[in-house]
């Protein structure tokens, strides 16, 4: 299980939402690996260059090697991150495979952000982006508010709805990915 996202900041709201979700799906017997901030400082994605830096060699080939994945976006203005975007728009070098895109994947989403409407639309575009990308999106989608939850260093969470619902998520992919591999 490959969870991707979060911000520059070391121990974002939104990386901390990942790594509940990453948490569950553990406790649910995944292997979990993640990419989260400066990791995913990328060069703009370039579909008419080859050049790739090792940097987003990684996450290509951290893709390509995952069942599952979960992907926690910042929303800013209204919509996903850049950071996130960018990261997400790498995946298109997985076109040629036998396995294209996120095709077959269960794919987590959860966004995070200043109030419920941009959590919330975050949320969705997130999940049109897996669309596109021909992944699967967990049936539970999360939105967190962090104006009114706040996560701690220990990964605790100020609401129990909250906790519990990116837990499901990272359960869900978990499942999804058993039953398809």
């Not at 901030?37 to 370039?46: Q, S, V």
């Not at 895109?101 to 949320?123: E, F, K, N, S």
């Amino acid at each position: 299980m490959l969870g991707i996202g979060g911000s520059l900041r070391d121990g974002s709201q939104s990386e901390r939402a990942l790594r509940v979700a990453l948490d569950a799906a553990a406790e649910a017997g995944a292997e979990t690996s993640a990419l989260c901030g400066t990791a995913l400082n990328l060069p703009f994605y370039d579909a008419s260059s080859v050049e790739r830096t090792q940097q987003a060699r990684d996450l290509v080939e951290a893709v390509r090697g995952a069942d599952g994945l979960i992907v926690v976006s910042p929303g800013y203005h209204g919509g996903l991150s850049g950071l996130v975007k960018n990261a997400l728009d790498y995946v298109e070098d997985l076109r040629s495979d036998e396995r294209p895109y996120l095709d077959g994947r269960a794919v987590g989403l959860i966004g995070v952000a200043y109030g419920w409407q941009a959590a919330v639309t975050t949320l969705e575009q997130l999940r049109t982006i897996t669309h596109a990308l021909r992944g699967w999106p967990s049936p539970l989608g999360g939105s967190v508010n962090s104006a009114e939850v706040k996560f701690d260093d220990e990964g605790g969470v100020s609401d129990a709805k909250v906790e519990r619902n990116l837990r499901i998520i990272g359960a869900q992919v978990t499942e999804f990915a058993r039953r398809r591999v």
